[in-house]
């Protein structure tokens, strides 16, 4: 469902995406793991759109559909959803009335019809038992006063409501105590299904521990320069990513590793 | 200098003849009127030479010879049984004894000329008095229309609310006019609150485009008294609000809000000053603005503490949001503290939108424009959100999400 074809991508005059390939297959949960600088917050913000990064390779199809052409919020319209690292706080707009306006747009774009206040509602009490969600919580202003803990769950929770055939959650662990991890690590097994894809994004193998991937793929110096199973995690834990610390140079003339 | 002679001609005159015409009222209220139209003549119109006005060129309004609006036309009414509302010159007749010790007593006519020019014309104005120890759930309203108009008029608006011992109540002043038409309000209100007074005070200014809005409102507070003030300004091609309130007597307690909501070339200018004169008084402000297109906003706010004030604790706070890269705003807080156990903070903030935060809400799907729209309200809702008249918060956050294309669902949240 989501085809990355030789994607390069830079900020400013720094070239940090080097020809990206990658295929992620409805049901599939796939996890990149890479160092510092490796490229994976690019990765998500190029997927994502964000404006200040420059693709200048490359190309991106999502259900056979140009996604580097379209805008944001079309890609989010699409199915494409984002669990931020950093989730903005936004005071003023509570969690019902922004996710009601977000629901209500992908629906309107899909031809569906719009949901009322009472129906909203009715989506949200059954959503927010998969993440443990409070009533108290969804009126409150999105992600003020949330401890880092409680932006993260915010995040699952949203994707629980929009329903997005590909979610992409970027370092969704850091900053996560033992009991914040579980939440939501249960909270994004149990929206694992046939349709939808996952990639999961992030540093450190324990976050795989809960979401056990179908595929690990190792970013270094903006390229994939090893995929296999979740076996691989292990592996990169145990030896750390020196063993991948191939040189610029290196990388530059060994061809990319065949889709696992 | 001719044009100096003009500005204020064209008041002089009508005054002449309205003496004549209103030669037969209670002579305290002749002689008042005479005693203001004199100050006006000695200060005339403030210019931008003028410390309060140096961000507020008043040419446009200055130059035009607006002419009286025919007597008669007051506001419309709405008050719960027990108030009494009626005519101020009426009042004055018939209450004297509620009227004569407050009427223009508190709004200072030697130093501002608009208030001396407004005193001048006094006539068709609107006392209100609130009895000691009654409470009162319905508000009282005021609803002023600038109606149908030829030719460039002007009225001068005139409220006095007495709010007795003890009396809770709330009061609603509003100003719609035509758009497409040069007019001008001057008003002024004035409001005393007695010891023990609870008054919750709206205003809402929906001038045409073309009008000129300038008002003050005065406020003196009494002891242990409660005073909370919404001043909503969305109107006007010039619209300019002195909010004073002078604290008269320990442990009362001020609150002046405010949002003021500009666009195309509009000029909106808030100038706020609480005296705290007694000790053990709390004051907060909090005045936001929304600037876009080429307008601009003038906020300027003093906290004056005198000697004995001690304990005051006083809050004020002015955030802008300009949405355009033309849109200006000047903002100017004044603390003068002269007592030395007080507790006194003030903070200004400009900006623009959050772009993560747009940014967020549209990988969630909303629109960009939505986004902007969305945050936009947000914003505004930290002052409408805490007004208490359902009816009037929920027309203006139709009102607001109108202007700005905010999604459906916003209008249902109540705070």
């Known amino acids: 469902m989501l085809t990355i074809f030789n994607l390069h991508a830079r900020v400013g005059d720094k070239e940090i995406l080097r020809g990206i390939n990658l295929k992620i297959n409805p049901g599939e949960v796939h996890a990149i793991m890479g160092p510092n600088g490796s490229g994976k917050s690019t990765l998500a913000g190029v997927l994502a759109g964000r404006d200040a990064y420059e693709v200048t390779e490359g190309n991106v199809l999502f259900n056979g559909k140009d996604l580097l052409d379209m805008d944001a919020e079309e890609r989010a319209r699409e199915g494409l959803f984002l669990a931020f690292q950093y989730p903005v706080e936004i005071p003023g707009v509570s969690n019902r009335i922004f996710l009601q306006a977000a629901v209500n747009s992908i629906r309107k774009h899909k031809g569906e019809p719009e949901l009322d206040a009472a129906e909203f509602l009715a989506l949200l009490r059954r959503k927010s038992k998969i993440l443990q969600m409070s009533d108290d919580l969804l009126k409150r202003p999105v992600n003020e006063g949330f401890s880092g803990g409680e932006k993260k769950r915010n995040e699952i929770f949203q994707m629980a409501v929009l329903d997005p055939k590909l979610a992409i959650l970027d370092e969704t662990d850091s900053g996560l105590d033992i009991d914040a991890l579980r939440i939501v690590s249960d909270g994004v097994n149990a929206l694992r299904n046939k349709e939808r894809g996952i990639l999961v994004i992030t540093h450190y193998q324990r976050l795989l521990n809960h979401i056990v991937p179908d595929f690990v793929h190792v970013l270094v110096s903006g390229r994939i320069v090893k995929s296999g199973g979740k076996e691989l995690a292990l592996e990169l834990e145990a030896k750390g990513y020196q063993e991948f610390g191939w040189s610029d140079a290196e990388i530059a003339k060994k061809p990319q590793p065949a889709q696992a | ?415």
């Open chain 2, 1 to 415: 200098m001719t044009a100096l002679i003009d500005d204020k001609d064209t008041y002089l005159s009508a005054f002449a003849r309205f003496e004549s015409a209103r030669a037969k009222d209670r002579p305290a209220l002749v002689k008042l009127r005479h005693n203001a139209i004199e100050r006006f003549a000695g200060l005339g119109f403030p210019t931008l030479e003028d410390e309060d006005w140096r961000f507020t060129p008043l040419a446009s309004l200055t130059r035009v010879p607006f002419q009286m609006a025919p007597s008669g036309d007051g506001p419309e009414l709405m008050y719960p049984d027990g108030v009494i509302v009626c005519d101020l010159v009426q009042a004055i007749a018939e209450h004297p004894e509620l009227v004569e010790p407050h009427l223009a007593r508190y709004a200072d006519f030697e130093e501002h000329a608009f208030t001396a020019l407004n005193t001048a014309f006094l006539q068709d104005g609107t006392f209100v008095y609130i009895p000691p120890d009654r409470v009162f759930q319905e508000p009282i309203g005021l609803n002023f229309f600038a109606s149908a108009i030829d030719s460039p008029l002007v009225w001068h608006r005139r409220v006095l609310i007495v709010a007795g011992r003890n009396s809770q109540a709330t009061f609603c002043e509003t100003y719609n006019g035509p758009a497409g038409v040069a007019y001008f309000t001057n008003a002024v209100t004035e409001i005393v609150l007695d010891e023990g007074a609870i008054l919750d005070h709206y205003k809402v200014q929906r001038e045409g485009n073309g009008a000129f809005h300038v008002a003050t409102i005065q406020v003196r507070m009494g002891r242990s008294s409660n005073f909370s003030s919404h001043n909503i300004a969305f109107g006007g091609k010039l619209a300019r609000n002195d909010v004073n309130a002078y604290l008269d007597g320990e442990g009362s307690e001020c609150t002046l809000n405010g949002l003021y909501v500009g666009g195309g070339e509009q000029l909106i200018d808030n100038h706020t000053r609480i005296d705290h004169a007694s000790p053990h008084c709390a004051s907060h402000e909090l005045y936001k603005g929304i600037l876009d297109g080429k307008s601009r906003g003038v906020f300027s706010g003093t906290i004056y503490v005198h000697q004995d004030a001690q304990k005051t604790d006083a809050k004020q706070t002015n955030q802008t949001l300009l949405l355009s890269d033309d849109a200006v705003i000047d903002t100017k807080p004044q603390l003068e503290i002269f007592a030395d156990d007080v507790k006194c903070t003030h903070g200004a903030t400009v900006g623009q939108l959050d772009a993560e935060a747009v940014f967020y809400l549209r990988t969630r799907g909303i629109g960009a424009e939505e986004a902007r729209a969305l945050l936009t309200f947000a914003f505004a809702n930290d002052v409408v959100g805490r007004i208490k008249i359902d009816r009037l918060r929920s027309e203006l956050e139709q009102l607001l999400f109108a202007s700005r294309k905010v999604p459906d669902g916003t209008a249902q949240e109540a705070p």
